[in-house]
């Protein structure tokens, strides 16, 4: 996400796979950033990936995880900026309920939803 929310890049998941296993493809590109995450994103291989490429990880520990990370708790709280991306893209009643069949349908009417948000 760019510009106080609004996204840069969307990807369509199968709806039983964890959105996890498509991050580390999504973030391939990004370098000297700050990447906030929540803490389904505590993965030590995508931490040091995005080390790697100069990024700042924003992502709190899994609370089981033996060695909790430290990461900026101020910048954390900026991730509400994505949860409210989705709220927006939401009132789209075509998206929130899912009318679409096709994956292919489907990611192109949030693709229209997210222009609009973004100019709106």
Same mark, same amino acid.
């Given at each position: 996400?760019?510009?106080? &929310? ?18 580390? %493809?999504?973030?391939?590109? +990004?370098?000297? $950033?700050?990447? !906030? ?16 490429? &100069? ?8 609370? %089981?995880?033996?060695?909790?990370? $430290? ?14 991306? =989705?709220?927006? !893209?939401?009132? =789209? ?5 899912? =009318? ?5 349908? =489907?990611? $192109? ?5 997210? +222009? ?5």
């Amino acid at each position: 996400m760019d510009a106080l &929310g609004n996204p840069v890049r969307l990807q369509l998941s199968p709806g039983q796979t964890h959105e996890m296993k498509l991050a580390p %493809t999504m973030l391939a590109d +990004v370098r000297d $950033a700050n990447v !906030i995450g929540d803490r389904a994103y505590d993965a030590k291989a995508l931490a040091d990936q995005l080390a790697a490429q &100069g990024c700042t990880v924003v992502i709190p520990s899994n609370p %089981t995880r033996a060695s909790q990370r $430290a990461y900026d708790k101020h910048l954390y709280r900026e991730r509400c900026l994505v949860e409210h991306f =989705f709220q927006r !893209i939401k009132r =789209f009643r075509r998206i929130a309920m899912r =009318f679409e069949k096709l994956a292919k349908n =489907f990611l $192109a009417f949030v693709q229209l939803a997210a +222009v609009l948000v973004w100019l709106f």
